[in-house]
Antibody, heavy 125, light 106 residues
Framework: QITLKESGPTLVKPTQTLTLTCTFS??????????VGWIRQPPGKALEWLAL???????RYSPSLKSRLTITKDTSKNQVVLTMTNMDPVDTATYYC?????????????????WGQGTLVTVSS | SYELTQPPSVSVSPGQTARITCSGD??????AYWYQQKPGQAPVLVIY???ERPSGIPERFSGSSSGTTVTLTISGVQAEDEADYYC?????????FGGGTKLTVL
């Protein structure tokens, strides 16, 4: 059974850096073809993909947020960490992590399944 | 920039068929994936690779593709299918989601 859980601060101040951790079980990020991505959803709005890291440390970022994001992995701890700098109230959202698998061709990102429960992050002074 | 376009809302009576579309220029070349999201819950994958159904997803959920449009079809809609539905696909920059469609079961 695959499970994921997001953790981090529920409240951050504008201009601060957000650090979120995704802790998972049921799969390994050392397995070829495995990746973990982050997706967010502002209240009442649509899903937005943020970043993804593959087993081989290949990292992908949303072009619109690339300058603010860093994704890393700790395979031994089964964790993926996302940092987002210069937080703004518009970054208030529920942040989800989820695994994504690629076959021989990992150029294009595939589907995410299953998803963690998400964690709501509010940006406010 | 590349976008996936979905209708904001679709309404259907119980037992009828609901069709939710997703349009994007790259869809003829890239697979689409569909997620169901109920209030307060995380999204759940209901269709992958345009038309494949994950285990545990009811057979009334199906997907199809034609040109620049992919369609999620829910046959014999039930009250429990009321939710938001999102399409997802890939491009050279990464991946993206459609704006979501709220399915209302009348």
């Amino acid at each position: 059974q695959i499970t994921l859980k997001e953790s981090g601060p529920t409240l951050v101040k504008p201009t601060q850096t957000l650090t979120l951790t995704c802790t998972f079980s049921g799969f390994s990020l050392s397995t070829s073809g495995v990746g973990v991505g982050w997706i967010r959803q502002p209240p009442g709005k649509a899903l937005e993909w943020l970043a993804l890291i593959y087993w081989n440390d290949d990292k992908r970022y949303s072009p619109s947020l690339k300058s603010r994001l860093t994704i890393t992995k700790d395979t031994s701890k089964n964790q993926v960490v996302l940092t987002m700098t210069n937080m703004d109230p518009v970054d208030t959202a529920t942040y989800y992590c989820a695994p994504s698998y690629c076959g021989g061709d990992c150029y294009y990102i595939n589907w995410f399944d299953p998803w963690g429960q998400g964690t709501l992050v509010t940006v406010s002074s | 920039s590349y976008e996936l376009t979905q209708p904001p809302s679709v309404s259907v009576s119980p037992g009828q068929t609901a069709r939710i579309t997703c349009s994007g220029d790259a869809l003829p070349k890239q697979y689409a994936y569909w997620y169901q999201q109920k209030p307060g819950q995380a999204p759940v994958l209901v269709i992958y690779k345009d038309s494949e159904r994950p285990s545990g997803i009811p057979e009334r959920f199906s997907g199809s593709s034609s040109g620049t449009t992919v369609t999620l079809t829910i046959s014999g809609v039930q009250a429990e299918d009321e939710a938001d539905y999102y399409c997802q696909s890939a491009d050279s920059s990464g991946t993206l989601f459609g704006g979501g469609t709220k399915l209302t079961v009348l």
